[in-house]
């Protein structure tokens, strides 16, 4: 009846399992320390003792992986025994076989022989989100450290039991996951078994669009996600999570798929040829959820085909896309008891919209079940409610505060009326509505004016957003309390991200509070104060961009963006369109690490299509943004003149600054020409280096550098390039701009290592690495980890440069980015190596291509101890 993990199985005096993996022999005496100290915790040691011999009951340890609550892994020199026709020793398969959220304690002890395999098990670990590893010497020192990480380990689990409280999210919750990832649900999802093996059966065949259909809290968008988790054998190379909720313009919606495929959009080509790239013979399954707000954007898909020809798409939509191979599969309710059978105890268990109700209402009220007495009440509120899963989870959130019994009667003489009151709203859509309005009418005032309040915001926010909205409002100075209980209400949910608590609304719950702050007259008035707030945050945020604090303000704006998107949607809606212009300037570096320069363009199109009065500043921005991309994908002598003219608006509306950036932009543009300027390109690239740096602008000084030495490196001057690299580094360093420093470090360490100064190119190759990591920029890493696989393949490290090469390759045909052949200085090597030592070679590529982000660089940094790195790493 239910999808989810298995509980744990506890030893009979339920003490925590403790898993202890490592090889016999060389590791005996540390083995017996292991589990000294493990019992000195009173805790007990599963010492496996066949894990890692020859042909182990791989069987036997999964079933006691699954039982064991910590891993312990101790290493030495051996990677263990591999048995014939077996790829990797039982040593590493008890690891891959250890579940993922499970906690790790790594140990490795000191040696200058370890082996090669050994060595790559251990950059994998060191990776690990879940894992924390420390070296040891002896058996004394071992012993004293896993007694102390024990305890710290069991010190923060029972912080995070009280802390995290009840758990009881609607049929979508799922916890936040990075950027194109399937969001893990929170809850256990109930009754929904058949659904899943059907869906399965239909991707398995291969349509090309799978159309969830069902109205709004039906759990479409949880049975996609389920189906997603559980069909990911089906695609190998991934499956991607793409929320539409927030996405209103049909053309967005390319720009909103790359985003979350890991694409970025620089302008540089044509996006939908970037997917193209990103998903050519990759066989992966697309998940788009909310699509009946841009339905009109159906038709898109169709060319995704083309482009993507071993794609799947699985949508979720309250409306039929009607497009060619759409495969509709229709959502329905759980299953409710017969009104005509007695409501027993036995019977009403038989129910999956009933099992929901008793999971759900034990959850908000520890202790809840199902009873002879409450059976019928709970039967009755199912049936009302129609299996609808959302709206069965606001009833049970109820159980706080009232029996079953009298939920029941108070459903029974609400929702008629309400119902009346939507009639033109399909039966079930009136079903959900009238089940949000009588769990809203039970909040006190000040709870129902901040719900509907918090309708603005787009996704999630924070409680300082909240408060800073609720000026003049009637919860004003009440934010933590009124938001406290609309999350126990379950109207509201609430999670973590990069520390700190983010909020959010269920899609239905916010239309809902939208309709009915319209049906006020307050919605344009808090979609203003939505849009200052975002407004002020911006101009806070935006300087740090070019300087020290750019990683975590990208991070900063990144948990933003949803929010920045509905700001400035609303700024040229409402026609503020200086204020539009001026947001999307101060954003001009983000947008452009971020790679967003398509959306920005939909927007300043728009601004400009409004043929509304506007001061020259404000249309040199538009122009800017929406003859960006025109100068890389179809540059001619127009898109020249018209950067031209943004110069000058720029100058006349008095920013200097603005002006010396177009210049060195329609010097870029002379050089993508047919027949390319590149003596004028040259001296005005030269010019607004001078002006910059004049004006202070470093980051831009930085950037204009970079392409002076990428033009000399084209016209064949490598000491003159390796100079402006140099140049451009240094002023990107003084500043503390990561992002130019990346992209100068990278061209300067390939110059020198074109040159043979391995060293020094090494050496810069890591430290860009690093970099890239910091600022999440894939084409950063990709660039990297081409270099760190040079300096391997000419020292001769066959295994090492082929998997970084291969984990290079697949980076780039995830974002679609590939490089310029003029630029590229590991080719050759690897081909070298391909030819010498063909098997060691495959080797590295099979396991390259298998490689996440994470793993990828702790092999290219072996050693890995910087601690912002690794956290930095924890986001990929």
């Not at 939507?422 to 079903?431: F, G, I, K, M, N």
Request: net charge negative; with cysteine.
């Amino acid at each position: 009846m239910t999808v989810g993990h298995r509980p744990a199985i506890r030893t009979p005096d339920q003490r925590i399992r403790v898993f202890v993996s490592s090889t016999l022999h060389e590791l005996a005496d540390e083995r017996r320390a292991a589990r000294g100290a493990i019992e000195r915790m009173r805790l007990a040691p599963v010492m496996f003792e066949l894990g890692a011999r020859p042909h182990p009951p791989r069987e036997l340890y999964r079933s006691y992986l699954e039982q064991s609550d910590v891993f312990v892994g101790i290493y030495w020199e051996s990677y263990g025994w591999v048995a014939p026709d077996e790829r990797k020793s039982g040593l590493e398969d008890e690891y891959d076989l250890a579940p993922a959220t499970m906690p790790k304690l790594i140990y490795i002890k000191a040696s200058d022989h370890r082996d090669e395999r050994l060595k790559a098990l251990i950059a994998r670990i060191q990776a690990d989100d879940h894992a924390a590893y420390l070296p040891f010497q002896t058996p004394e020192e071992l012993q004293d450290r896993i007694t102390d990480d024990l305890a710290t380990l069991l010190a923060e689990r029972f912080d995070e039991s009280r802390t995290q409280g009840d758990d009881h999210g609607e049929a979508g919750e799922a916890a936040e996951p990075a950027a194109g990832s399937v969001p893990v649900p929170y809850t256990t999802t109930i009754g929904r078994e058949a659904d899943l093996a059907a869906l399965r059966r239909l991707l398995a065949e291969r349509h090309r669009v799978v159309s969830l259909i069902g109205p709004g809290g039906i759990g479409k968008s949880r049975l996609a996600i389920e189906t997603a988790l559980a069909a990911e054998d089906l695609f190998p190379d991934g499956v991607y999570f793409v929320p539409l909720e927030n996405v209103f313009e049909p053309r967005l919606l390319i720009t909103t798929i790359a985003y979350f495929l890991g694409i970025r959009d620089t302008g540089e080509a044509a996006i939908e040829e970037r997917i193209g790239h990103a998903l050519a013979r990759r066989r992966v399954l697309v998940v788009l959820d909310n699509f009946e707000q841009i339905i009109e954007a159906a038709p898109v898909l169709i060319r995704l085909y083309d482009l993507a020809p071993l794609a799947t798409f699985l949508v979720t939509s309250r409306i039929v896309l009607r497009i060619r191979g759409e495969q509709v599969y229709d959502v329905t309710g759980l299953t409710t008891p017969e009104e005509t059978a007695q409501a027993t105890v036995e019977r009403v268990e038989q129910s999956t919209a009933c099992a929901l109700f008793v999971d759900r209402a034990s959850a908000a009220k520890p202790g809840f079940e199902l009873t002879d007495e409450n059976a019928s009440a709970v039967a009755d509120i199912c049936r009302r409610l129609e299996g609808l899963p959302l709206a069965i989870e606001l009833a049970a959130a109820k159980v706080r505060l009232l029996p079953p019994q009298t939920i029941a009667e108070r459903l029974e003489q609400s929702l008629p009326l309400l119902t009346a009151a939507v009639r033109d709203l399909p039966e079930r859509h009136r079903t959900m509505r009238a089940t949000i309005d009588w769990s809203v009418s039970l909040l006190p005032d000040e709870q129902r004016d901040m719900l509907e309040d918090l309708g603005v915001f787009a996704r999630r926010f924070t409680l300082e957003a909240a408060e800073a909205l609720g000026v003049g409002r009637t919860w004003e100075g009440q934010g933590v309390d009124v938001l406290a209980a609309l999350v126990d209400s379950s109207l509201v949910k609430v999670t973590e991200i990069e520390g700190r608590s983010v909020y959010s609304l269920l899609t239905i719950v916010r239309e809902y509070a939208l309709d009915r702050l319209e049906a006020r007259g307050g919605l344009d008035r808090m979609r203003a104060a939505h849009a200052e707030y975002y407004g002020l945050l911006v101009a806070r945020i935006a300087p740090g961009l070019r300087g020290a604090r750019q990683a975590d303000a990208v991070i900063e704006l990144g948990l933003e963006l949803p929010n920045l998107r509905a700001a400035i949607r609303h700024m040229v809606n409402a026609g503020r369109l200086e204020d539009a212009a001026d947001f999307a300037w101060r954003l001009l570096i983000y947008w452009w690490i971020g790679g967003f320069f398509g959306e920005v363009r939909v927007w300043m199109m728009e601004l400009l299509e409004k043929q509304a009065t506007i001061t020259q500043h404000t249309r040199a921005v538009a122009w800017f943004f929406a003859l960006w991309s025109e100068m890389w994908q179809n540059p001619t002598e127009q898109v020249v003149a018209g950067i031209g003219e943004c110069i000058r608006l720029f100058a006349e509306s008095g920013d200097a600054d603005a002006s010396a950036m177009a210049l060195a932009a329609r010097a870029t543009a002379r050089v993508q020409l047919a027949n390319p300027d590149v003596e004028k390109a040259e001296a005005e690239l030269t010019e607004a280096v001078g002006l910059l740096r004049e004006l202070g602008n470093a980051w831009a000084e930085a950037i204009t550098l970079v392409s002076l030495g990428r033009l000399a490196w084209v016209r064949g001057d490598p000491a003159r390039a390796l100079e402006r690299f140099g140049e451009a580094k240094d002023v990107a360093h003084s500043s503390g701009d990561l992002f130019t420093s990346t992209i100068a470090g990278n061209l300067r360490a390939r110059l020198n290592f074109a040159r043979g100064e391995v060293d020094a190119a090494e050496q810069e190759f890591i430290l860009s690495l690093g970099q890239s990591v910091r600022l999440h920029y894939d084409e950063g890493v990709a660039y990297g980890l081409e270099g760190v696989c040079g300096i391997a393949a000419s020292r001769g490290e066959t295994w090492r440069a082929s998997a970084l090469s291969a984990a290079a390759e697949a980076i780039r045909h995830r974002i679609g980015i590939f490089d310029v052949g003029a630029f590229t200085v590991h080719t050759q090597r690897i081909a070298e190596l391909r030819e010498s030592d063909p098997v060691e070679f495959a080797a590295g590529e099979r396991a390259g291509a298998g490689l996440s982000v994470a793993e990828a660089v702790a092999i290219a940094l072996p050693g890995l101890d910087d601690p912002t790195l690794r956290a930095a790493l924890r986001r990929w």
